[in-house]
């Protein structure tokens, strides 16, 4: 999660904290008026003990005193259970807290540690993912449609009636030519990865392209974090990264220097279909 999710995860949780805080504030002042009742007839309860106030209750258990003490009783358990309530909710606060606090010192480290080279070589990389992913997004469309038209086509000829799913002999022929339901559902869920599949879920573009950014934002600071750290690793926090630089092909590479030594960095574009673009390994070696 980034920090602006995790800020709001806080927030919330604080607001739990103190709904339940002025819930158990509530109870202990309607435990102080019946208490009050309750001492005006010459009863001091202990209300540190339920076990305590529940033995006086059952002293007077025959007397009109006795539904009196009940209520202080009452009162104590509503708060027993409302500081249970709270515990759980300062836990979950605790929780949200700490990995906020996590993010942030990431936050921090990456802005003191990354040399303006390694930012600039990453916001490249996601500039070209958030275009690859758009334009695979919009093939998946053209796809989805083509074969879909193709089914339909293939089906109409065979007999299949409109909204009715085809009998076997009428599947065994979709199948035949790789318009059934299942082969169809393959090829585009290949073709389109995990990331365009999710992007198709979110009908309104302007939340579908929030979404995608805030996805490769995401994993900009990630892929940075684990570089940073891998530097850091071979040669100490990082010194002088002048001698890094980024190649017209879009790769970081160069000599970077730390605390402890020197390293070589050195990207390589991952081969596959149409996936150079975006897809990289970048490797530091130390020089001994």
Known sequence: MNIEILEEKVQKAQEQVNKKKKTIERHEKALEKKNIKVAKQGITLDLSSIDAVEN??????????????SEVKGKLEDIRGARGKLKKAEDTLANWQSKLDVEIDKEKFLQDQAPQVIKDFLENWKE????????????????????????????????VRKNFFPNKEQEAILKEHELDYQTIKGKLTYFAGGTVLRMATIYDEEKRLTWLNKLLEDDKKFKMLDLIRRINGKIGLITDASNLS???????????????????????????????????????????
């Open 246 to 288: 980024i190649s017209r092909d879009g790769n970081l590479n160069g000599i970077i220097i730390g605390e402890k030594g020197k390293a070589r960095v050195e990207t390589i574009g991952a081969g596959g279909y149409n996936i150079q673009c975006f897809h990289f390994r970048t490797l530091v070696k130390e020089i001994k």
């Open 128 to 159: 070209l993912a958030y275009k690859w992913h758009i334009k695979r997004y919009n093939d998946y469309l053209e796809m989805r449609k083509d074969l879909e038209d193709k089914a339909d086509k293939l089906k109409e000829e065979i007999g």
């Open 56 to 69: 006086i209750q059952m002293e007077h258990r025959q007397t009109d005193l006795y539904w009196d003490i």
